[in-house]
T-cell receptor, first 116, second 117 residues
Framework: EPEVTQTPSHQVTQMGQEVILRCVPISNHLYFYWYRQILGQKVEFLVSFYNNEISEKSEIFDDQFSVERPDGSNFTLKIRSTKLEDSAMYFC??????????????FGPGTRLTVT | AQKITQTQPGMFVQEKEAVTLDCTYDTSDQSYGLFWYKQPSSGEMIFLIYQGSYDEQNATEGRYSLNFQKARKSANLVISASQLGDSAMYFCAMREAVSSNTGKLIFGQGTTLQVKP
């Protein structure tokens, strides 16, 4: 069964450093998402991406964040200058189509980001 | 604004018994979708069940069923015949109108379920 993959599974970085979290969505999916989950808290929407552009972003997704789909298969989240409060689990998700019953968002296993 | 509320931070259930996890939602959309996800201690998000706002019947997937009461804006998850492997965090989530190009999910705070042998 196809699945969303994410690398790395765990990233440790120092405050102020740039990090890139990588995701490979399911190949025939059209909608891509990043969510984050601070330890012990709920999952929060960061950004959605469709047709090679951001379709919506949350207030969390400030200028320090960017997303890219550089080669038609990878979907990346970049944090330019990490802060302690960026420490969280980051989930990538993808969805095939908004029509019909292809409603399910398939989540990747997550990348745990620790900023020290 | 859309909102999901899960009022039970933690629940216990005896193995083989049924358990209901509560979820209420608030939206002004007429068309929306409701989801339940399971998050075991390993951290991944596992899709369990989906209910569309226009679906007339309650969704069922194996041991999972969704008790959808549209007028009360509730979408409770019922797990029948609980198993030890059901111990996890459970999240209720809502997706905005199908016509939107976003389809983002809004999550509740989650309920931790512990199944006792």
């Amino acid at each position: 069964e196809p699945e969303v993959t994410q690398t790395p599974s765990h990233q440790v970085t120092q405050m102020g450093q740039e990090v890139i979290l990588r995701c490979v969505p399911i190949s025939n999916h059209l909608y891509f998402y990043w969510y984050r989950q601070i330890l012990g808290q709920k999952v929060e929407f960061l950004v959605s991406f469709y047709n090679n552009e951001i379709s919506e972003k949350s207030e969390i997704f400030d200028d320090q964040f960017s997303v890219e789909r550089p080669d038609g298969s990878n979907f990346t989240l970049k944090i330019r200058s990490t802060k302690l409060e960026d420490s969280a689990m980051y989930f990538c998700a993808s969805r095939r189509d908004r029509l019909g019953r292809d409603y399910e968002q398939y989540f990747g296993p997550g990348t745990r980001l620790t900023v020290t | 604004a859309q909102k999901i509320t899960q009022t039970q931070p933690g629940m216990f259930v005896q193995e083989k018994e049924a358990v209901t996890l509560d979820c209420t939602y608030d939206t002004s959309d007429q068309s929306y979708g409701l989801f339940w996800y399971k998050q075991p201690s390993s951290g991944e998000m596992i899709f369990l069940i989906y209910q569309g706002s226009y679906d007339e019947q309650n969704a069922t997937e194996g041991r999972y069923s969704l008790n959808f009461q549209k007028a009360r804006k509730s979408a409770n998850l019922v797990i029948s015949a609980s198993q030890l492997g059901d111990s996890a965090m459970y999240f209720c989530a809502m997706r905005e109108a199908v016509s939107s190009n976003t389809g983002k999910l809004i999550f509740g705070q989650g309920t931790t379920l512990q199944v006792k042998p």
